[in-house]
């Protein structure tokens, strides 16, 4: 339980590093969840925790009558990463590197933080909880299903960036699904 405890914990601060530090400088996209809240900042201004949280409220409510224990061992990650990701805010002017390593940086730091929350059962949001749902029912990882999520995500949320930041949010959501995938997959393979 306390290890469970230290790893959501940990996990959300480099979550909310990872998105503030390195994502929104850029105005960088990101899968699930969190690209949909940053969307939502980079749309309307809204903060991108509160608005995951809203968000993820259906998913939430699904999962609460299809599989409590996946309800209850993740809305931890989701409030608390989420808070993490409101509270951080200063670290968006704290970092001053190109936006390809930005982008390398923040996919990282996201991944590892999904990573380490996911061998722990529990997610930052609600597609993260659904794509840990399929893990269950098809032959992918849970880091390949994110994958497909962000894409999908990424390419609705490229109405808002250039070019460029849309190719470094291709490359940031890469990153995270590798680190993802890595976190999830060395952990099963012990």
Known sequence: MFERIIAV???????????????????????GMIGVGLIAKYKWGFETGLTIIILSCPIYIFTYFYNRGYFFS????????SFFIDILKPLR?????????????GGSLIGI????????????????????????????????????????????????????????SILAVSFV??????CTYSYTEK
């Open 9 to 31: 914990t940990v996990g959300s601060i480099l979550i909310g590093i990872g998105v503030n530090g390195f994502l929104i400088p850029f105005h960088l996209m990101e899968g």
């Open 177 to 182: 699904a590798l680190f993802t995938t890595y």
């Open 74 to 81: 993740s809305i931890h990650g989701l409030l608390l990463s």
């Open 93 to 105: 002017t704290a970092f001053h590197v190109p936006i390809l390593t930005s982008a390398i940086i």
């Open 113 to 168: 933080g999904i990573g380490l929350m996911l061998r722990y059962k529990t997610s930052t949001g609600g597609l993260d909880l659904l794509a840990q749902f399929f893990s269950t029912i098809l032959p992918l990882n849970v880091g390949v299903i994110i994958f497909i999520f962000d894409f999908f995500i990424i390419m609705t949320g490229s109405q808002l960036v250039e070019t460029a930041s849309l190719l470094h």
